[in-house]
């Protein structure tokens, strides 16, 4: 399968910082790569779709001026949580949508702790 | 109601056991239908991928689609304790729109 590389896998900032999460398509080209959040045993909430080349549409309640989405390749997405708070700490993930036939394929995560 | 059902659990079995794992879905649009593996603080693994009604076998894996009924399944034969995670059904409409996961199911496969 296609492979989604994410970093970082883990970070620890302090409130107030800002911290920024890759996330790279490495064999194929991806025009629409998807951001989750996950809180431990739940399922994934979607916060935004990222299309190459244009803004990012975000889902209902997510604060597009907290969770910037940077889609400026085929290949590369960046969420930067600005001005984290401690109730910004979760894991993360990423995803990537192959345009040959539409399969979704995920980043490994990053867990964010803000203290 | 949600667009996707998926059965809660937790499920527990004994090593060796067949396992069955179900959503069902509301939303006539759904073209795909995915079924994807996670463990604990990773991210999902693309399992299962299928457009049509009708069964798709891969190892010990098999996808089951039955548009008629909106009802999806999947199989895990002989399973085996590395299976233990949790698995989510996922959907999308033709026309790469985004996908609508259900909540996953925990499952431990017990030695």
Request: charged share 20%; proline share 4%.
């Amino acid at each position: 399968g296609a492979v989604v590389s994410q970093h970082p896998s883990w970070v620890i900032c302090k409130s107030g910082t800002s911290v920024k999460i890759e996330c790279r398509s490495l064999d194929f080209q991806a025009t629409t790569m998807f951001w989750y959040r996950q809180f431990p045993k739940q399922s994934l909430m979607l916060m935004a779709t990222s299309n190459e080349g244009s803004k990012a549409t975000y889902e209902q309640g997510v604060e597009k001026d907290k969770f910037l989405i940077n889609h400026a390749s085929l290949t590369l997405s960046t969420l930067t949580v600005t001005s984290a708070h401690p109730e910004d700490s979760s894991f993360y993930i990423c995803s990537a949508r192959t345009v040959k036939d539409e399969k979704l394929f995920f980043g490994s995560g990053t867990q964010l702790s803000v203290l | 109601q949600k667009e996707v059902e998926q059965d809660p659990g937790p499920l527990s079995v004994p090593e060796g056991a067949i396992v069955s794992l179900n959503c069902t879905y509301s939303n006539s649009a759904f073209q795909y239908f995915m079924w994807y593996r996670q463990y604990s603080r990773k991210g999902p693994e693309l399992l299962m991928y299928t457009y049509s009604s009708g069964n798709k076998e891969d190892g010990r894996f098999t996808a089951q689609v039955d548009k008629s009924s909106k009802y999806i399944s999947l199989f895990i034969r002989d399973s085996q304790p590395s299976d233990s995670a949790t698995y989510l059904c996922a959907m999308s409409p033709l026309n790469a729109g985004k996908s609508t996961f259900g909540d996953g199911t925990t499952l431990t496969v017990k030695p």
